[in-house]
Antibody, heavy 120, light 111 residues
Framework: EVQLVESGGGLVKPGGSLRLSCAASGFTFSSYTMNWVRQAPGKGLEWVSSISRSSNYIYYADSVKGRFTISRDNAKKSLFLQMNSLRAEDTAVYYC?????????????WGQGTLVTVSS | QLVLTQSPSASASLGASVKLTCTLSSGHSNYAIAWHQQQPEKGPRYLMKLNSDGSHSKGDGIPVRFSGSSSGAERYLTISSLQSEDEADYYCQTWDTGIQVFGGGTKLTVL
C-alpha cells in the first residue's frame, strides 16, 4: 500500500524558515516524480513544486520561487521542502503527492498533510 | 495561460446523479486532466485521469459510479447513485512542462 506521511509543520514567524519532510513507503520511491501541493485555510489546492525521479528536473510555482527548495533522498525514500523567508500567505496545509504512474503527470497518491502557520 | 475553471458549488439528491464540469482555457482543449475528491477534513484522493477523447482511467478502488467524459474544452465528472459520503470538494488538475494547475474546486452538497 502506498503511504505518504508528511511532517515538520508548525508555527513560525514571518521571515522564518521551516523544513518539511515526506516519508514514502509501499512503492519504489526512486521511480516516481514527487510534488508538494498546499491548501490555505478554506481555499483550494495550489501546486508548489515538483521534482523528477533523479532530481534532474525541478520546478516551482512563481509564488515560492527563490524562497522554497525541493529535494529528495531516494535511499531514504524521503521528500523535502525547505521553506525560507516565510510569509503569512504561506500559511497552509502542505501535501506530499506522488504522480500516478512512473511516466505520469497527474497526482495519483496524496499524504494527509502537515499544517504550516506563519504568524507573529 | 493554462487555466481550469470550475463552478464553486453543485447539489443533488441522495441516489440521483450529478455532472460536474471543468473547463480548459482557450488553446488547451486537447489537454488531459485529472479529477480529485477531498472529503471534509481529509487529504485529497485521486479519482481518475480523463483524456480529451473521453477515455479515462480510474484510481485504485474508485467505484464504478464515478465516470468521466469530455466535449471540446469541457471535462466532466459524473457521479451516479449519489451517497452521503460523496459530499466533498472536487478538483480538476492539468499539467504542462514545468507547471501543474488546479481548478478552484466545486463543493458538492448531497441533499
Amino acid at each position: 500500500e502506498v503511504q505518504l506521511v508528511e511532517s515538520g509543520g508548525g508555527l513560525v514567524k514571518p521571515g522564518g524558515s521551516l523544513r518539511l519532510s515526506c516519508a514514502a513507503s509501499g512503492f519504489t520511491f526512486s521511480s516516481y516524480t514527487m510534488n508538494w501541493v498546499r491548501q490555505a485555510p478554506g481555499k483550494g489546492l495550489e501546486w508548489v513544486s515538483s521534482i523528477s525521479r533523479s532530481s534532474n528536473y525541478i520546478y516551482y510555482a512563481d509564488s515560492v520561487k527563490g524562497r522554497f527548495t525541493i529535494s529528495r533522498d531516494n535511499a531514504k525514500k524521503s521528500l523535502f521542502l525547505q521553506m525560507n523567508s516565510l510569509r503569512a500567505e504561506d500559511t497552509a496545509v502542505y501535501y506530499c503527492a506522488r504522480v500516478n504512474g512512473s511516466g505520469s503527470y497527474q497526482m495519483g497518491y496524496w499524504g494527509q498533510g502537515t499544517l504550516v502557520t506563519v504568524s507573529s | 495561460q493554462l487555466v481550469l475553471t470550475q463552478s464553486p458549488s453543485a447539489s443533488a439528491s441522495l441516489g440521483a446523479s450529478v455532472k460536474l464540469t471543468c473547463t480548459l482555457s482557450s488553446g488547451h482543449s486537447n489537454y488531459a486532466i485529472a479529477w480529485h475528491q477531498q472529503q471534509p477534513e481529509k487529504g485529497p484522493r485521486y479519482l481518475m485521469k480523463l483524456n480529451s477523447d473521453g477515455s479515462h482511467s480510474k484510481g485504485d478502488g474508485i467505484p464504478v459510479r464515478f465516470s468521466g467524459s469530455s466535449s471540446g474544452a469541457e471535462r466532466y465528472l459524473t457521479i451516479s447513485s449519489l451517497q452521503s459520503e460523496d459530499e466533498a470538494d472536487y478538483y480538476c488538475q492539468t499539467w504542462d512542462t514545468g507547471i501543474q494547475v488546479f481548478g478552484g474546486g466545486t463543493k458538492l452538497t448531497v441533499l
